[in-house]
């Protein structure tokens, strides 16, 4: 039977042994059921974080539990310098539904792998160093990516970091213009961005971007890490707004909850000298299987037109609110942002209260994430908390 001195217990030890740069809620998660989660002393919570963006498909989906388990019976590690069966599949599986002709992927283990891999590709196929990337950004803690981040928290404690990065306010043709030019080798823009505030871009901007990299020989790379495999609506952002990019850096729900990176490679793309990168575990056929199980669910079960027709319905709602503390709701799909006048600390610990988990995009905006597999009663049960918080605040 759980008990609080079970948590208690659970809690000094992780905060004894890790590492520290993680603030932590005072919260055990140990389960998870499609869009629930479940704290050790049984209480069960409407999961709005959807693991940061890594559990589209929910917690303990039985495809992929069954991949998984099926997978690790038969073969774990296979690094890349052997063909396998399975990552073969998944990487015809995975180039079929990409967007345009991005037919070749270099596969990691995360989103800032997919970018670091991202900025190498540019650089090597443009024999360029200049990197254009947007305020507000967020690509990663990594070295590489860090430099293509904007925010002073993230960049500040590790200066000096790689050169020729430049960052343009987010949704600005005038100063993409400025900036783009036959010197640069890549722009890196998220189509939605994230960790900046939830803030979709302007279909002319993402269309600039495009027409500006073909003018000058730039590649253009797509931050797909969050609003990528049906977040938005559509299967990546990209088809959404009708621009492909060069390069397609894909991670976090790509392989149902397991760490995975893929960053996808059209034509224009040049190849790496060999052995100039590499990954130990990339592509490593637990995770492909688990990735092939993630691709054919979202098919099978049309989780992309789900998330638009449940996004749609919850920006209604949420835009309809009387909350004099709500500035603006922005998003795609199930990828909600809500920008509040007041911080949004006492709102995540309030709704936490009320049996939903969300996260923040900033000091003042309230993210939601859930898996897109949650039932509409659940998502009404949690726009119906943000409301009653913010009515008691």
Not at 118 to 145: D, E, P, Q
Not at 187 to 195: A, D, K, R, S
């Amino acid at each position: 039977m759980p008990t609080a001195t079970m948590s208690m217990t659970t809690q000094k030890i992780e905060s004894t042994h890790t590492s520290g740069v993680y603030p932590k809620r005072d919260l055990t998660i140990v389960r998870g059921q499609g869009a629930y989660l479940w704290d050790d002393q049984g209480r069960r919570y409407i999961d709005c974080a959807g693991g940061q963006g890594a559990a589209n498909l929910g917690h303990s989906h039985p495809a992929i539990a069954e991949a998984i388990s099926q997978q690790a019976r038969t073969l774990i590690s296979c690094p890349e310098i052997f063909y396998n069966d399975v990552r073969a599949a998944y990487l015809a599986e995975l180039t079929a539904v990409a967007p345009g002709e991005l037919n070749r992927a270099f596969l990691s283990n995360s989103g800032a792998e997919a970018i670091e891999a991202a900025l190498k590709f540019a650089r090597i196929s443009t024999g360029r160093r200049k990197i254009v990337a947007a305020m507000r950004g967020f690509h990663g803690r990594t070295m590489g990516a860090l430099s293509a981040t904007w925010n002073k928290k993230y960049r500040g404690p590790f200066m000096p970091l790689v050169p020729d990065f430049t960052h343009i306010p987010y949704n600005n043709i005038a100063a993409l213009e400025a900036a783009v030019s036959d010197a640069t080798a890549a722009v890196l823009l998220e189509p939605v961005q994230g960790e900046g505030g939830v803030r979709p871009a302007d279909p002319a901007f993402l269309q600039a971007a495009r027409d500006l990299c073909d003018t000058h020989g730039a590649l253009l790379i797509l931050d797909e890490i969050q609003t990528g495999f049906g977040r938005t609506g559509a299967l990546f952002a990209s088809e959404y707004y009708g621009v492909t990019p060069d390069i397609l850096a894909l991670a976090k729900s790509i392989a149902g909850g397991l760490p995975m990176g893929a960053t996808l490679l059209g034509p224009r793309v040049g190849v790496l000298p060999r052995m100039s990168h590499g990954s130990t575990f990339g592509g490593n056929p637990l995770a492909a299987a688990a990735a092939r199980a993630t691709l054919r669910v979202l098919q099978e079960e049309r989780l992309p037109q789900r998330a638009a027709h449940l996004g749609a319905l919850a920006k209604t709602r949420l835009s309809a609110s009387e909350s004099p503390l709500i500035r603006q709701v922005r998003g795609l799909g199930l990828m909600i942002g809500i920008e509040l006048k007041i911080k949004v600390g006492p709102v995540l610990r309030a709704l936490q209260e009320r049996g939903v988990l969300a996260l923040p995009a900033g000091a003042t905006v309230l993210r939601l994430l859930p898996p897109l597999v949650i039932s509409e009663e659940d998502l009404t049960y949690a726009i119906d908390a943000i409301e009653a918080v913010l009515e008691e605040m």
